[in-house]
């Protein structure tokens, strides 16, 4: 984990570390995500991160987010 917290980007005059956390909610936080949409989704968004070139650090599905 240490070895990411140390990847800097940068040019000529700047340089970035960014992280981002995202949270996904149903409305009302309905408790929609059980075990077969819970895999689903987890498939899509490592599809997806792939796809863009973003890199997963740690992920969590729970009922009512993700």
């Not at 800097?8 to 005059?13: D, F, G, P, T």
């Not at 987890?42 to 991160?49: A, T, V």
Request: charged share 35%.
């Amino acid at each position: 984990m240490q070895e990411q917290d140390n990847i800097v980007n940068s040019l000529a005059h700047t340089k970035w570390n960014c992280k981002y956390h995202i949270v996904f909610a149903p409305k009302y936080r309905r408790k929609v995500f059980f075990e077969e949409k819970r895999l689903e989704i987890r498939e899509i968004l490592r599809k997806l991160c792939q796809w863009k070139g973003a890199e997963i650090i740690e992920g969590e599905v729970c009922p009512d987010h993700i």
